[in-house]
């Protein structure tokens, strides 16, 4: 079970532990006194809510559904919540406490804005459930103190979030920056073991035939042309390195595992639920072809993030006897794929043509579906030929 579904598990127990004490809280006297006539209609609200929790936790937990559902979620927690502030007192119930809930949420999974809505919206729930119906100077005091502290509550609640958010980006950075320092010290080794040895050797060779121009210009002449083969080796090394010029976490970690890390990232930094699903048995993806699926999917997640306004993206890896397809979905606002390339990747910054020469450059096909309101969708899938295979197993 990965994070997302156990932080899902864990708030809808706890719902159903909030139930199970309004039924017990509806036994004290006070409360009794407070609801009246009201009482049936207390527990019809106590069992639409236990209703609504048995179909969310099935749609969310069985058919894994998520998204802009959260809104129909939200939408049924505030109505409930209202509607039991309004039969148990109004401006006296302890209820209006549960306004904090979806307050508390939304800052903690780090959406300043969302929680700033949030907040607002509790804010005029509770006025309206707990205006009282002979609105003395004391209940209006005592709804104007509710509404104070729902709103002050709100402005801590988004300043965490906005706290939390550049902490998590601030540390995300740090890592990146720390597997780059990492990969170049890596990297430099290798070129002072390697590319500087051959030019070294070959600047000591041309020195000498330098020197024996004058006494020997046959040995010279053959000294210099003999430096074609290590001209060659120096070429050689270099193409190496160059190819090696690849995310220095898919070389460790491995494809699959590394783009699961990052999707944890991207959900960790996000707070956008980006799970990964594989159909089929993964095989060994050669170097080229993995970078350059890492690559498209970091793209991709970056537009659905900082463009499409998405709630929901999924990331699908299959694995089939034709080849290897990797498809990242969103729900976000979409747009025309019908627009030019160039207008695309200047206003809009999505990159589309970066994309396309990856797929490109390892013989693979990139396939965009997109539509105003109708969300994104990139696939992109390579051939699986035999130099496609990495001879080495499976990480």
Request: hydrophobic share 50%; glycine share 8%; aromatic share 6%.
């Given at each position: 079970m990965n994070t997302q579904r156990v932080r899902a598990a864990a708030f809808l127990i706890l719902y159903g532990a909030v139930l199970l004490f309004a039924v017990a809280w509806a036994q004290f006297a006070y409360v009794r006194e407070r609801i009246g006539p009201h009482l049936t209609l207390f527990y019809v609200?106590?069992?639409?809510?236990?209703?609504?929790?048995?179909?969310?936790?099935?749609?969310?937990?069985?058919?894994?559904?998520?998204?802009r559902w959260d809104d129909v979620w939200l939408a049924?927690?505030?109505?409930?919540?209202?509607?039991?502030?309004?039969?148990?007192?109004?401006?006296?119930?302890?209820?209006?406490?549960?306004?904090?809930?979806?307050?508390?949420?939304?800052?903690?999974?780090?959406?300043?804005?969302?929680?700033?809505?949030?907040?607002?919206?509790?804010?005029?729930?509770?006025?309206?459930?707990?205006?009282?119906?002979?609105?003395?100077?004391?209940?209006?005091?005592?709804?104007?103190?509710g509404?104070?502290?729902?709103?002050?509550?709100?402005?801590?609640?988004?300043?965490?979030?906005?706290?939390?958010?550049?902490?998590?980006?601030?540390?995300?950075?740090?890592?990146?920056?720390?597997?780059?320092?990492e990969y170049r010290t890596r990297l430099s080794q290798e070129m002072h073991d390697g590319i500087q040895h051959y030019l070294v050797n070959i600047a000591t060779r041309l020195e000498l035939a330098n020197h024996l121009l004058d006494s020997d210009p046959l040995r010279a002449a053959r000294m210099a042309v003999a430096q074609r083969l290590i001209v060659r080796q120096a070429a050689d090394e270099l193409r190496y390195l160059v190819r090696r010029l690849r995310s220095p976490v898919v070389e460790q970690r491995g494809f699959i595992q590394a783009l699961k890390d990052h999707l944890a990232l991207f959900s960790e930094r996000s707070s956008l639920s980006a799970p990964l699903e594989i159909e089929g048995e993964?095989?060994?993806?050669?170097?080229?072809?993995?970078?350059?699926?890492?690559?498209?999917?970091?793209?991709?997640?970056?537009?659905?993030?900082?463009?499409?306004?998405?709630?929901?993206?999924?990331?699908?890896?299959?694995?089939?006897?034709?080849?290897?397809?990797?498809?990242?979905?969103?729900?976000?606002?979409?747009?025309?794929?019908?627009?030019?390339?160039?207008?695309?990747?200047?206003?809009?910054?999505?990159?589309?043509?970066?994309?396309?020469?990856?797929?490109?450059?390892?013989?693979?096909?990139?396939?965009?579906?997109?539509?105003?309101?109708?969300?994104?969708?990139?696939?992109?899938?390579?051939?699986?030929?035999?130099d496609d295979c990495d001879p080495t197993p499976h990480r």
């Open positions: 609200l106590l069992g639409f809510a236990a209703l609504h929790l048995s179909l969310r936790t099935y749609l969310v937990l069985v058919k894994q559904v998520s998204g049924v927690d505030l109505l409930i919540i209202t509607a039991a502030v309004h039969l148990t007192g109004r401006v006296r119930s302890e209820a209006a406490l549960l306004y904090f809930w979806p307050i508390v949420t939304a800052s903690v999974q780090r959406r300043p804005r969302t929680t700033l809505a949030i907040g607002l919206i509790c804010a005029a729930a509770y006025a309206v459930a707990a205006w009282p119906e002979d609105r003395t100077p004391k209940h209006l005091g005592m709804l104007l103190t509404s104070f502290i729902i709103l002050l509550a709100t402005f801590l609640a988004t300043m965490y979030a906005l706290t939390e958010m550049g902490r998590v980006a601030e540390l995300t950075r740090l890592r990146e920056q720390v597997a780059l320092a993964p095989v060994p993806l050669s170097p080229d072809v993995e970078q350059a699926a890492f690559r498209i999917v970091q793209e991709a997640l970056t537009n659905a993030e900082k463009h499409a306004q998405a709630t929901d993206v999924r990331v699908r890896l299959r694995f089939g006897p034709d080849g290897m397809e990797c498809a990242i979905a969103d729900n976000g606002v979409g747009f025309d794929p019908a627009e030019a390339p160039e207008e695309r990747d200047t206003d809009g910054g999505f990159g589309l043509s970066s994309m396309a020469g990856r797929a490109e450059s390892v013989g693979a096909r990139l396939q965009l579906e997109s539509a105003p309101g109708q969300g994104t969708k990139v696939t992109f899938f390579v051939p699986l030929r035999g």
